[in-house]
């Protein structure tokens, strides 16, 4: 009975996923995940990131990395005999795997349900960075960005920012760190340099958070913007043209 109810679950998700992808030659599996886990570019990212999942990827791409994941599903299922009651995953894995050297509609379906599973999978990644992030207690952290200074032009020294303003200049850094408000970080800045609107000279800018203890290590910008207390407060500590960007070779790169 299970099994059954896993089939029609299947066969209608991959009825209305492969009518949004079957055109496609490119990134089917990508644009499969991004439909599966509701077009949400943070939680895409996280996930593609795993498994080496390219927007261009070309159709054997996607398909070889279909097959590896049904693969490591029979190994976990049947050679380390996950207990799973009557749910036979390992034998609706094998035969799908199996037909890879079959049409273009078979291929699909490999992809699709490949997509399923990792969209599972992704609700998994979600609950370790929870538990990895709740072992560290909220407290005072910084973060330090690089951003343009286009990003910048209508901050001044020491202002006071909303969760909003900090997420964007978040999604602004081409590199950041985050750390306990105590730790120096030691970067060369010209607080004089004029910002502009239209320019993309990179600034530093570190902003400390009076109770955003959790990002302190996060090293992805969807890591962090998860890890922002609704009703954070942020305050500009240093500003300024980045003379020295060498420094950023120890940041995180975005």
């Given at each position: 009975?299970?099994?059954?109810?896993l089939?029609?679950?299947y066969?209608?998700t991959?009825?209305?996923?492969s009518?949004?992808v079957?055109s496609?030659?490119k990134?089917v599996m990508?644009?499969?995940?991004k439909?599966?886990?509701?077009?949400?570019?943070y939680?895409l990212?996280?996930l593609v990131?795993?498994?080496?999942?390219?927007e261009?990827s070309?159709f054997?791409?996607?398909?070889e990395?279909a097959?590896r994941i049904?693969?490591?599903?029979k190994?976990?299922?049947y050679?380390?005999?996950l207990?799973?009651?009557?749910l036979?995953?390992?034998?609706?894995?094998t035969k799908?795997s199996?037909?890879?050297n079959?049409?273009k509609?078979?291929?699909?379906?490999?992809?699709i349900i490949?997509?399923?599973?990792?969209a599972?999978?992704?609700?998994?990644?979600?609950?370790?960075?929870?538990e990895e992030?709740?072992?560290?207690p909220?407290g005072?952290s910084s973060?330090?960005?690089?951003?343009?200074?286009?990003?910048?032009?209508?901050?001044?020294k020491?202002?006071?920012?909303?969760?909003?303003?900090?997420?964007?200049?978040?999604?602004?850094?081409t590199?950041f760190?985050?750390v306990?408000?105590?730790e120096?970080?030691?970067v060369?800045?010209?607080?004089n340099?004029?910002?502009?609107?239209?320019?993309?000279?990179k600034?530093?800018v570190?902003?400390d958070l009076?109770?955003?203890?959790?990002?302190?290590?996060?090293?992805?910008q969807?890591g962090?913007?998860?890890e922002?207390p609704?009703?954070?407060?942020?305050t500009i500590?240093?500003?300024?043209f980045?003379?020295?960007?060498?420094i950023?070779r120890?940041?995180?790169?975005?």
């Amino acid at each position: 009975m299970a099994n059954q109810e896993l089939l029609k679950i299947y066969k209608e998700t991959f009825q209305k996923v492969s009518l949004k992808v079957e055109s496609k030659d490119k990134g089917v599996m990508y644009e499969a995940l991004k439909i599966l886990l509701n077009a949400n570019k943070y939680d895409l990212d996280l996930l593609v990131s795993q498994f080496g999942i390219k927007e261009s990827s070309c159709f054997d791409e996607d398909q070889e990395i279909a097959n590896r994941i049904l693969n490591d599903v029979k190994q976990i299922v049947y050679v380390e005999r996950l207990p799973l009651g009557d749910l036979n995953l390992s034998s609706i894995a094998t035969k799908l795997s199996n037909q890879i050297n079959q049409s273009k509609e078979k291929k699909m379906e490999l992809i699709i349900i490949a997509a399923c599973l990792m969209a599972g999978i992704f609700t998994c990644l979600r609950y370790l960075e929870k538990e990895e992030s709740s072992k560290l207690p909220p407290g005072r952290s910084s973060l330090c960005l690089a951003v343009p200074s286009s990003a910048i032009y209508k901050l001044v020294k020491d202002p006071h920012l909303e969760r909003n303003e900090i997420e964007k200049l978040i999604d602004s850094a081409t590199e950041f760190k985050c750390v306990k408000e105590s730790e120096e970080v030691s970067v060369e800045i010209d607080p004089n340099e004029k910002i502009s609107s239209d320019s993309q000279l990179k600034f530093y800018v570190r902003i400390d958070l009076e109770n955003g203890g959790n990002i302190i290590g996060k090293e992805t910008q969807y890591g962090m913007k998860r890890e922002l207390p609704l009703n954070v407060k942020g305050t500009i500590r240093e500003l300024g043209f980045l003379k020295d960007v060498s420094i950023l070779r120890k940041f995180n790169r975005v």
